[in-house]
């Protein structure tokens, strides 16, 4: 009854896998195809991604992408994190449950009734559609997945902690920066990469609160898309492909580090040496 | 988290920080999510012009209350009742969305279990290996499946190769709803893993072998212990992937035929297409009416389990 | 030995039998998980009827040694028996042993009468017979109210009850219960004890029971098998585990011991000298060390069986079997007084005194030169 694979498990992890991965394998070897078509085969080049290079509307695009999710994602990190204080740590407010309400209702909240609100909103408060207003968009919803995350860190936190910081004469704002933001760290840049990677795949909140001269790169796709296939857009997809891999892969490692380390150091202290 | 304990009277000069914490992020969430709900709803019972913006205000100014009831209308909602194309779309929606969650747990359940099974060092790199396709772009992963699936795709190529198809034989699975069935269990795939995963492994090894010392056979165990107890995963995943799937938009939009109904489509096309801001703002009002009862279930739920 | 040790708790003994068959028998099993060997190379032989602890350490492998038994885990080498039959390769469900896990594994999603009934649904008994018998192992562990709840609706206490009827449910040959009392307090622990005792001798069953807690394994086994590092160190009844330990490891692991080194020598006429020049003791009994030859070894004696006295003893022998020292440090517990006595050297030795009257101007305070001093048969010598 131990913990165990058996032939069944191997099966469904392995088709599950291959299901998961080879669409993305395949559009990221079709970015390397030297001919137009993206079904044959005919040999390796790099042509498209010299041909992006020379596309100015898809580098502006990119360019205001990278902006709005940077932006955008350090806003919402400190928004989520204030949220996600407020929901661990005040148990009673008024509005408490109109609070939790909306911090959780954007997570599952379909992404066209958000735009459409979110533009009606803009249009009634009659300012300029823009950079910002996609920036405003993307900080209100992602926000909520870095109270989520955040939250779930504060709850295994030990309040002892900071009752004890404050017992050794901390004020709550000191406490909350020597010791709780400290050790909710590791959450709090989970949240800001989710936040950020949230922005940089967003096409219908951006679509809707865009305004002149503010496309983004999946605004800028999508139109392409619908024009049909082609290895360019491979390109693009690879590039970001590449980007958000190398971003989680490094985060991980870090994670596997310190977790390393950790042990480590319990070894060390468990030998006393 | 309703838990009181938490309260800790506030410390004299700190009930202004407090104060603070709360109402910036609270601040924030109104003006940019309350309010704008209000506003669909506004314009919902607003008529429709042509003028910019497209539709005719209800309360802005200060008229007087004879004013208001008369702008006041239920044109748009009575315009979703007389055009058949908009309950098809919501039923379509919602029949689509069930066949997607039923398939995304057929799916998903044997790969959690996999997982979950496997020895502890392998199964980081595992979870690993499922967050990582939800990190990459959403419009991504639906465009990879264009590629594959159009008649001169890759699966045709790959079916003529080993020989199932002639040469003159294609696939026409893109734009059909097999491609958007496709497309939701392949974007949705890790939302419904994720917190099967979180279950199953959290799943205590010794009932099972409780389960086995009292003579349970494997396969038994495994209905009566595993599935029930993995029921809270099964119900997470199913609302985490069954509410968004209903207002689903660029799956559809892109692998799904002109026949495809769904309404988050709908409601973008009478948006952008149409300019027809009163009747998608009342097509938003009467999706969020649908969707309110699972939300509310699902965060009902979530705070339970967050308990 | 002609002398009894201890009280004899009941006239049943098997393992004096030489025709006795062991109903469960381990032969020379060993269980390496990696480099490391959880059990090494055991052998051991229980008997029907029989009240069986293991008792050693959390790591010391009792546990391995249990779940080898029920089918979890297979020995590495070595085998196991059951009524004479081997159980290599019968998997836990077809095995006629149940257990009783530490941490109950009660399944959370059935009431208490689903829970008991799991193991008879397993079997395709009939309904009317399931709930006869869940009924009986309700009244059993005097649950009968509590049929219909859910295991997170109830205290650890019927917890533990709902897991034991859920073991006993099914008559098992062996019960196996896996530190089965680790989770209650104190009192109810004390009380539970006697009624696994009742329920062993009324069911007629024969019990495995795995723990670290030695007053627990003393109450209620009739033999302990003591474990240290995979290996069962001493195999005996609580008497003679106390009384006449095999090893300074299980002296000291049960009980409250003194333990003094000194250098032996074997005396005329079958005895035992122990000198320890530096903590002024010389120690004469009448035990045979092994070999008898002189060498290293302890003295072991249990504080309550060391006399403290103002006034030198008069012995027969003087200046054997007594020692002086000062008085370190008293510890009162109600029913008793230990006595920490600072000796010679440095070395503290401990002995108790029962608190037999309610009122007493305690004669014997802190800082007071005493006298402390045992009979011949007192201690132990050991070597090992």
Redesign the interface.
Known sequence: ??????W???T??TF??V???L??L??VV?SFNRSRL???WAGFSTQWYGSLLNNQQMLDAAWVTLRVGVLSATIATV??T??A?????????P?RT?????????L???????G???L??F??MDVARGFWTIT??H??FT?CYV?VVVQSRL?TLD?SLEEAA?DLGA???KTFFQVTLPLIMPAVVAGWMLAF?LS??D??LAN?TTGVGATTL?IK??SQ??LG?TPE??AV?TI??AI??V??IIA?IGV?RREAQRIRDERLAATGG | MTDTSGTAAPAPGASKLRWLVVAIPYLWLVVFFLVPFLIVLKISFSTYAIAQPPYEPVFDQLSTVWERAQQFTLDSYRYLTEDPIYLRSYLSSLRIAAISTVLLLLIGFPIAYGMARAPSNMRTTLLMLVILPFWTSFLIRVYAWIGILKPEGLLTVFLQWIGIFGPDQQVHLLNTDWAVFIGIVYSYLPFMILPLYATLEKLDDTLLEAAADLGARPFKSFWVITVPLSMPGVIAGSFLCFIPIVGEFVIPDLLGGSDTLMIGRQLWNEFNANRDWPTSSAVAVVLLLILVVPIMIFQNYGRRTAQ | MSKTLGPVKRAFAPWTDSAAKPAIEFRNVTKSFGDFVAVGGVSLSIYEREFFSLLGPSGCGKTTLMRMLAGFEEPTSGEILLDGKPLAGVPPYRRPVNMMFQSYALFPHMSVEKNIAFGLRQDGMGKAEIEARVKEMLRLVKLEPFAKRKPNQLSGGQRQRVALARSLAKRPKVLLLDEPLGALDKKLREETQFELMDLQMDLGLTFLIVTHDQEEAMTMSDRIGVMNHGKLVQIATPAEIYEQPNSRYVADFIGNINLIEGTVAALPGGGTRLEAPAAGLVVETDQAIAGGSAGVASFAIRPEKVRISLDRPAGALDGVNMIAGEVWDIGYLGDVSIYRVKLANGAVMKATVANTTRLVSRPISWDDKVWLSWSRDAGLVLTD
């Open positions: 009854m131990r913990k165990g694979l058996s069944f498990n191997v469904s992890l599950g896998f299901f998961l991965y669409p993305i395949i559009l079709f993206v079904t044959v928004l989520g204030l949220a204080v407020t929901l661990v740590r005040y148990v009673r407010f509005g109109l609070f939790s309400g909306m911090v959780f209702a954007p599952v909240m379909p992404d066209v009734i958000t459409l609100s979110l009606l909103l249009v009634a405003i968009a900080t209100t926000m109270a709850i309040r404050m004020t709550p704002l990677t940089l795949d096409l219908v809707f999946p796709i999508y898309v619908r296939v857009i491979n997809c970001l492909i958000v891999s971003g989680v991980s596997k």
